[in-house]
């Protein structure tokens, strides 16, 4: 709230009732078995509403009228609370801005554990130095795929194509972990390369999809400013154990079998795939936000504007690609109320070698308000020798283009969208 009371708006939040806590200990169970789904209904949609009409009633009492125009602006859970916004209460307000929403909510808080299973599965527990090391050297092999080298991968599908992270399996590293020189373990490599593809069942079936190559998986980069990797281990003892992500292990615990206590370390693969379909079979009404129809919303007069790093360490970028492409299936004329921006190098909302995208909420409210669609916004990012550029974001599916006969990657004046 304080950038947004700093640029003179008038600004509400909410805890939707759920108190200071960062993870769902404190209010999932209201007795042993039973969710608190009101509880979980005042997160998931119900209190997004009630925050929208008491925001503008307070406005009202304030300034002795109503506010003109109304925005929301959110990252994450807050990205998928927009989303909800829009295609639940689709006149609560007239411009909407997400960033790395969790829109398929049930899919992906399974995926989040995933790794976890998969590692359980093998009963080994790769050193974070191993899974980092896979993670540099496709940064390495896939940098340039976009003709510019800068430490960052544009084309994540070219890479995780082109990139075999077992071709590293016996590769010497230094590692501070295991207290010098270690080789690239074949397990390391498997579970890579599990986490870049996605959940896949016990009958081969893919349900999701994974972290792009790029992203930092067990949050040991500096540049992760202490988001947590799901792929972490714990290795402080000498033997390596799994390090899951409260995010995923909760929602199992907490929300699928309803007991905080049960120990998901000892799952079959078949366990796992029936406790993830659960996930989607309870609460994909209540919490998922993947409705494309968001015609109401359009027909409003609303606004809608999405990025999504590719470097996103926790939520899958193709969860959103996917979003924006099913709504633009059932709506065509999409870019007449939505557009959606990739951005190369940022991390879960923050973090990763790209700057967050500042300018597109003011291009939101020029769409809003003067009805200027917005085209390329700018964007800094800092390339891995610490050098700041200027570089632009496209509309997608665009992709931004360097033009060689212009030669400065660092000039925004030297990058254009194309397809």
């Excluded at 870049?196 to 790029?214: E, F, H, K, M, S």
Aim: charged share 15%; hydrophobic share 35%; net charge negative.
């Amino acid at each position: 709230m304080n950038g947004a009371l700093a640029d003179g708006y008038a600004t509400i939040t909410t805890d939707a009732g759920l108190g200071s806590a960062s993870d769902a200990a404190p209010w999932a169970l209201s007795s042993p078995g039973n969710v608190n789904l009101y509880n979980l209904d005042n997160l998931a949609s119900v209190s997004l509403n009630d925050e929208a009409t008491i925001g503008k009633s307070l406005i009202e009492s304030f300034y002795g009228k109503l506010p003109e125009f109304s925005y929301w602006n959110g990252c994450s859970q807050g990205g998928r609370q927009g989303l909800m916004l829009a295609q639940r209460y689709p006149t609560a307000y007239d411009g909407i801005a997400v960033g790395a929403p969790a829109i398929y909510w049930t899919e992906f808080f399974a995926s989040i554990q995933w790794p976890q299973q998969f590692m359980n599965m093998l009963d080994i527990y790769p050193y974070g130095c191993e899974l980092d090391a896979i993670t540099n050297a496709a940064i390495a092999a896939c940098d340039g795929l976009d003709g510019v080298t800068d430490g960052i991968i544009m084309e994540t599908d070219g890479c995780l194509a082109s990139f075999d992270p077992f071709q590293l399996v016996g590769k010497t590293i230094n590692c501070t972990e295991a207290g010098g020189k270690l080789n690239i373990s074949a397990a390391a490599a498997a579970v890579t390369n599990a986490t870049w593809n996605g959940p896949i069942t016990a009958d081969g079936r893919n349900v999701w999809y994974g972290l792009n190559p790029g992203a930092d998986l067990t949050g040991n980069s500096p540049t992760s400013y202490g988001q947590p990797g799901i792929v972490a281990t714990n290795c402080t003892t000498g033997t390596c154990t799994g390090a899951p992500s409260f995010l995923g292990l909760q929602w199992l615990q907490y929300f699928v079998v309803k007991d905080p206590d049960f120990d998901v370390s000892n799952l079959t693969h078949v366990e796992f795939d029936r406790l993830a379909h659960l996930s989607t079979q309870i609460y994909s009404s209540t919490i998922s936000t993947d409705d494309p129809d968001l015609s109401t919303f359009r027909d409003s007069g609303g606004k809608l504007i999405s990025f999504h790093g590719l470097a996103d360490n926790i939520i899958p970028s193709k969860g959103t690609q996917k979003y924006f492409n099913t709504t633009a299936s059932v709506l065509p004329d999409i870019n007449t109320f939505y557009r959606h921006y990739e951005v190369p190098g940022l991390g879960h909302c923050f973090g990763g070698l790209s700057g967050e995208p500042t300018d597109l909420f003011a291009q939101l409210r020029a769409w809003v308000e003067n009805g200027t669609r917005p085209g390329p916004s700018p964007i800094q990012i800092t390339t891995s020798d610490g050098v700041v550029q200027q570089r632009i974001l496209c509309p997608y599916p665009q992709r931004a283009n360097f033009d060689k006969d212009c030669g400065d990657t660092a000039a925004a004046d030297c990058w254009s969208c194309a397809y």
